[in-house]
C-alpha cells in the first residue's frame, strides 16, 4: 500500500470529518491523465495529417463506435458497484471476500466480452448496413474491414474498465493511470511506423493493440486478487450476487442510453462527406479533457464517498461530496471556458496540417465550442452519480440517464436537419448538461445544502481568476511566434492560479505548497 493510501486510511479513523480526498492523489491521477491527454493529442494530429477528414476517417469514426459502446454497456458502469461493495467488505476486515467478489466478476466479464466479440467480427457487414444506412458501397465495406479490426477492442476495453474498478476499489490510482498513458504510446508509434502500409488499417490496429497492452500491464493485479479471493469464494457468493441485482439495472439502462454515438453514426452517416470526420476530431479533444473530471477527481473521491456510505456516515459523506465539487468546479470552470473561447486556435494548432484543411479546423472548432457542455456536464454528473451509487441507489441516476436520453435523441432527429454535425453536438452537449442538474436536484433533496458548502464561492473565484486568465491569453495568443498557443495555455494557467492564490483559493494554496515543497524552497 502506498503512503497516499495509508494516510487516506488513517485520516478516516482519526479525523473522520476531514475530506479523505487527496490532493496528492488527485494530482498524481490528473498528471498521468494529462500526459495521456497529450499523447492523444499527438495522435489526432497524426491521422490528421494523413487522413485529414475523408472518407476513409468518416469509415473509421464509424467502425470505433460499436466496439467502444458495446464494451462500455458491458463494463461502464462497474465500478460504481464494485468500489462501494469492496470497500464495504474490506471495512468488515473482509480481505478474502472481498478478492472473491471481485475476482468472480472478471471471470465472468471476460467469458461473455469473448463471446460478443467473435459476434461483432463475425455480423460486420449486417451492422454496417444497419449503423450507416448513408454510405455508399466502397464506403460499407471499408468500415466494415475496420470493424473487424477493430472488435478485440470490446474484449480489451471491457477489460480495461473493469481492471480499473478493481485497482480504484483497492485507492491504487496511478498504476491504470500510468498504463493508460503506455498504451496510449504504443497506438502512435504504431500508426507512425505503419500507416504507410496499411492505410487507415493502421489506425485500427495502433488502437488495438495499444488496448492490448493496458491489459497487459494491469493483468499482473488481477492474478494477484484471484489468488487472494480462492478461500472466500463460498462465502463471498451472497456478495456477488448482490453486486449482479446491483448491475443488472444498469446494464439494461445501458442497452437504452448509452447508444448515443451509434445514433450520432446513424444521423451522421447521411451528412456530407467528411462530417463524422469533423464531429470523431472533436469529440477526441472533448473526452480527452473530460478524463481530468472523470478519471482524475471522481476516482479519487469515489472510495472515500463510499467508505462514509458504507458506515452511514451522512454528515461526512456530504463534507466530502463539496470538497469533491469546490474541487471540481476550481479545475473544470477555467478549462471550459477557455477551449470555448479559443477553439480556433488550438484546433487550428492541433490538426491543421497535411490533408486536414483550413475549412476542416473551422468546421471542427465549431464543434469544439459546442461539446463544452458536455465536458463539464459529464464530470459533474459522473461525480453525483458515483455518490448514488455509493448509497447502492442504482435506480435514480439510471432512469434520469434515460429519459434524459431519449430527450435528447429526439432533439437530435430535429436538429439534424437544419443544423448538420452542430446540431447533433449540441443535443449531446445538452444531455450531459441536464443529466448533470437533474441528479444535481435530486441529491440536494436527499442530502441537503450541506453538499455544495462553499461552492458558490469557489465558483466565483474560478469565474475571475477565468476572466483574468482569458484575457492574458488572449493577448499572447495573436503574437507571431510558434506555438503562440501552447505559450498562452501556460500563461493562462499561471495567471489563473495566482489570481485565485490572491484571493485566499484553498486549492491553490495547497497547489503552491505542493510545488515549493518538491522544488526544495520549503520542507
Known sequence: MSTTETSIEAGSLSQPTQPQTSLRSVAVVTTLTGCQLLLQFATQLVLAKYFGAAAEMDA?????APPVVIAT???????????????????????GRAAAVVSQLGIWLAAISIAVTSIVAVAAEPLVAFLCPGFGADERQMT???????????????LIAYLNAVFHAYRRFAAPALAGVVGTIIT???????????????????????????????LPFF??????????????????????????????????????????????????????????????????????????????????????????????????LAHAIRFFVYLMVPVCVGLAAFAQPVVSMLFEHGRFTTADATAVALLV???????????????????????HNTLAPV????????????????????????????????????????????????????MLAGTLREFGRAAIGTLAACLVAGVVVRLPVPAAVLAAAAIAATTYVAVTWLMG??????????????SGVRD
Open 60 to 64: 473509421y469514426v464509424s467502425a470505433l
Open 73 to 95: 454497456i458491458l463494463a461502464g458502469s462497474l465500478a460504481y458497484v464494485l468500489v462501494p461493495i469492496v470497500a464495504q467488505l474490506r471495512a468488515a476486515g473482509d480481505e
Open 144 to 158: 466494415a474491414t475496420l470493424i473487424r479490426i477493430l472488435s478485440p477492442l470490446i474484449l480489451a476495453n471491457t
Open 188 to 218: 502512435l508509434a504504431y500508426v507512425l511506423l505503419l500507416h504507410e502500409h496499411q492505410g487507415i488499417n493502421a489506425v485500427g490496429w495502433g488502437v488495438v493493440a495499444g488496448a492490448a497492452t493496458t491489459v497487459a500491464l494491469l
Open 223 to 320: 492474478f494477484k486478487t484471484f489468488v487472494r479471493g480462492r478461500e472466500g469464494a463460498v462465502s463471498a457468493q451472497p456478495h456477488f450476487s448482490r453486486a449482479v441485482k446491483l448491475l443488472l439495472p444498469l446494464f439494461i439502462a445501458s442497452l437504452f442510453w448509452r447508444l448515443d454515438p451509434l445514433l450520432d453514426r446513424y444521423l451522421g452517416s447521411q451528412l456530407a462527406t467528411g462530417s463524422l470526420a469533423h464531429m470523431g476530431y472533436a469529440w477526441r479533444i472533448i473526452n480527452a479533457l473530460m478524463l481530468i473530471g472523470t478519471s482524475g477527481l471522481s476516482v479519487v473521491a469515489f472510495p472515500a464517498i463510499a467508505a462514509h456510505a458504507a458506515a452511514n456516515r451522512r454528515h461526512e459523506l456530504s463534507a466530502e
Open 369 to 391: 465550442a459546442l461539446y463544452v457542455g458536455a465536458i463539464f456536464g459529464a464530470g459533474l454528473g459522473d461525480l453525483l452519480s458515483r455518490t448514488f451509487y455509493a448509497q
Open 399 to 450: 432512469a434520469v440517464c434515460a429519459i434524459v436520453f431519449a430527450l435528447s435523441a429526439a432533439l437530435k432527429f430535429v436538429l439534424v436537419g437544419p443544423y448538420a454535425a452542430a446540431g447533433l453536438v449540441a443535443a449531446t452537449s445538452a444531455y450531459y448538461a441536464l443529466n448533470a442538474g437533474v441528479l444535481l436536484v435530486i441529491l440536494l433533496a436527499r442530502l441537503g445544502p450541506d
Open 505 to 518: 483559493d484553498p486549492f491553490s494554496q495547497k497547489l503552491l505548497r505542493q510545488l515549493l515543497i518538491y
